[in-house]
């Protein structure tokens, strides 16, 4: 009888670190979410930070192009203003197309495409933009993690329990994984 | 740096056979013996317990973070995929092939009553080399890691061939050594009649060229700002296998198995000692 005590009492102790492990691990898949998209935040911020310095720099050729200039600094604005996932994915959407109008207008002038100070900031650009397309799937990968551990056996219980809810994706549409090739 | 993998499970044999004669076989209806089967029990069960819930952790940790790309890895605990590429020239000791990374140890065969390949010598490298993927290269010092790298040599040598060669000429011993057949970083063949003082050599390493997973903290360099990955100050993990993350985690879950035998091994074994102590 005194054995069989012992086993159910294990079965407890079992039980309660099994819970805890579970309950750490789901706190850790949160947490890389939120580092994981921070992560992205740093280098939204570089960019745009490189993006003023780009209009610094082209205004003076580029008189003419105003809703291109504009544009930039109304992408700015809206990551300002933006308030969760979506609209961070809508500025960042916004900001990527705006730079691309940009470089491509950039082309009719051979002075400002010859400017060393352009050409640098734009592979600066260039290369934030490569480095945020890798957190942006690093960061839709950590929540994938997160999404599909809450669903299974037995993190779902625990999750069900504490309030766990899915997570959402950066969605990002198909224009923003492309990346200008300014050696065509 | 104890050979954990090949060790556990002896460990895992030992302790079963230890239970079954401390637990079943000793005690009889002897008080006095009873209490230690009660020890043995408890100690196999902390023992299973303690690194269970350790090996779990590490196993989370590389199912929870997914792989980064060099050009964009950020500073912490990160896990990368790639091709290893040295620096520096390094040699591996025995089999003297140029490599990036190594460890080496050395086991002396003891006679007598308790008969083992005692531990000698685990010597691992300690130079930086290079992880490449498609998007970059990120230096890696790999001093205090936990390697999980396949067994690539083991090498035999008999007592008589250290009388033969002295220890300037061990260029000349190791290249006499005889080599002892690897199956899937396993020997393939048992040395069946050891004598004392017989010495096996074995060598995990890593090639240039070799595919690479590591688990570590990336961090910058001191005075520069170009990143490196380290075992990292608060950060516990850093792990370095051949291959990718699934070669990793299968060795993980079949130390995970077995310490979970244990475990189990332990709790069966109080729920049947503590009740012969109390009647």
């Not at chain 1, 933006?82 to 491509?104: Q, R, V, W, Y």
């Amino acid at each position: 009888m005194i054995g069989l005590y012992i086993i159910i009492g294990f079965i407890i102790l079992f039980l309660i670190i099994a819970f805890i492990i579970i309950y750490n691990n789901l706190v850790k898949l949160k947490n890389n979410i939120s580092k994981a998209w921070a992560n992205i935040d740093v280098l939204l911020k570089q960019r745009f930070d490189e993006l003023s310095k780009l209009i610094d720099t082209v205004k003076g050729y580029m008189k003419y192009e105003k809703k291109v200039l504009t544009d930039i600094t109304k992408a700015r604005s809206m990551y300002d203003n933006a308030k969760g996932i979506k609209d961070m994915a809508d500025s960042n959407k916004f900001a990527h197309e705006s730079t691309n109008n940009l470089f491509a207008v950039a082309e009719n002038y051979p002075d400002l495409k010859a400017s060393k100070n352009f050409l640098k900031l734009q592979s600066r650009i260039t290369e934030l933009e490569n480095m945020i397309a890798d957190r942006r799937e690093f960061f839709n990968d950590t929540v994938t993690i997160y999404n599909t551990r809450i669903k299974q056996i037995p993190y779902n219980t625990i999750a069900g329990i504490l309030g766990y809810k899915r997570k959402e994706l950066f969605v990002a549409s198909g224009e923003e994984k492309k990346v200008v090739d300014f050696d065509k | 740096m104890w050979n954990y993998s090949r060790d556990l499970g002896k460990l895992v044999i030992i302790s079963t056979i230890a239970f079954i004669f401390f637990v079943f076989i000793l005690p009889g209806n002897d008080s006095d013996y009873l209490f230690y089967s009660l020890l043995a029990a408890l100690a196999i069960f902390i023992f299973g317990l303690v690194f269970t819930i350790k090996v779990f952790k590490e196993r989370s940790i590389i199912k929870n973070i997914p792989h980064s790309k060099i050009r964009s890895v950020a500073i912490g605990l990160s896990e990368i995929v790639g091709t290893a590429k040295s620096i520096t020239t390094l040699k591996t000791p025995v089999s003297n092939q140029d490599c990036v990374y190594y460890r080496y140890i050395v086991r002396q065969y003891v006679s007598g009553k308790n008969s083992s390949w005692e531990l000698k010598k685990d010597e691992a490298s300690s130079q930086n080399f290079l992880i490449k993927d498609e998007t970059g290269e990120i230096e890696i010092d790999p001093s205090n890691v936990d390697g999980y790298l396949r067994l690539r040599k083991a090498y035999f040598a008999p007592l008589d061939l250290s009388k033969i060669f002295s220890k300037d000429e061990s260029e000349k011993y190791f290249k006499n050594l005889e080599e002892i057949p690897i199956v899937d970083g396993n020997e393939k063949s048992k040395i069946l009649f050891p004598k004392d003082g017989d010495r096996k050599y074995y060598e995990y390493y890593l090639l240039p060229g070799d595919d690479v997973y590591v688990l570590g903290t990336v961090s910058a360099k001191e005075q520069s700002d170009k990143l490196f990955i380290h075992k990292g100050i608060n950060d516990k993990y850093f792990i370095l296998g051949n291959n990718n993350e699934n070669t990793v985690l299968k060795q993980v879950n079949r130390r995970l198995l077995l310490l979970s035998f244990l475990l189990v091994l332990g709790v069966f074994g109080l729920a049947y000692a503590v009740p012969l102590i109390f009647t």
